[in-house]
């Protein structure tokens, strides 16, 4: 069994791979035309975000290995020894949680149009923000008799990655159901690729991972810290998934596999998204939604002819 400081090390490593992953991605996503200047934005903020967390780690890594090589890591935590590093993982591992939430809210409200569930999801975003930004002043200046509101942030947390994930799951399925059934054969490439599409952009992935560190956390295995180093860099590679899923409006035609059928009413910058399953040698199915605030778009390839 590894011990704790080994689990440390261990968990940076995988926190430092992902962080590459997301500039990796960051920088597929700026390189495509047609992006939204607001979610470029989001994406800086994002990259900024989790490289304060990144640094945050490392620090701990270097207390826990290189000043006090024979303290327990969790002993750190008792004593107060990594103050600021541990308040910076969690200001900006709950910054990351609540910018990537509040995406998938706006997904979600987008589609559905249920504006007191949409409501109450945003609640549950600013609560576990308000709690884990609290805890995360508190935790700076040593006051470990608070921690409780860490405990609530990230319950809330994952509470709220969870009700999100189902939203947007049941939206997804309620809008496949909709369209023309029209008779294909799956195969089990097109079944399990349709599964991952819909687990990176409803949010179960991150759900799941989220929920996973919260059991492993009240059971108090040390596993637990792989799982929370490496937990803002889950939120991000989520909405760059979503981001990269889109497809600007002016691209539509291009035999892109993500591409979206040509529309007439959404605007020309619009960042498009398609979640399209396809059986190899049958016809597709998609669900697209438009990224612009004003307009929803649902739409399914149509056989040639099909409009006369």
Known sequence: ????????????????????????????????????????????????????????????????????????????YADSTMQWEASLTIFSTYITASVEQAFLCYIFYALAKQRLLTGFLVL?????????????????????????????????????????????????????LSLPVVPRRRTIQSLIRRMLILSLTSGLLVASFTIIHMVLLAAGSSVSTIFWFCQGRIYTLTLLSNFLLGVPASRANETDPLSIPETTNAPATAETFSLRFRPHGQSEHDLCFNQDPDSVIAAQDKPPGSDK
């Not at 006051?143 to 939206?171: H, M, P, Q, W, Y």
Request: aromatic share 10%.
């Open 124 to 176: 549950n975003i600013f609560v576990h923000l308000g709690f884990s930004c609290t805890f995360a002043v508190v935790c700076a200046l040593g006051l470990l008799k608070f921690r409780n509101f860490g405990n609530i942030g990230a319950v809330t947390c994952a509470a709220t990655d969870f009700l999100i994930a189902i939203a947007l799951a049941v939206t997804f399925h309620k809008m496949e």
């Open 1 to 76: 069994m590894l011990s704790n400081n080994a689990l440390v090390l261990l968990a940076s490593w995988l926190n430092a791979a992902l962080y590459m992953l997301e500039i990796v991605l960051a920088v597929e996503y700026f390189h495509r035309p047609g992006r939204l200047a607001s979610h470029k934005a989001g994406v800086v903020v994002l990259l900024c975000s989790d490289l304060a967390c990144t640094i945050a780690v490392c620090a701990q890594v270097y207390v826990a290995l290189i000043q006090y090589p024979g303290v327990d890591f969790e002993a750190h």
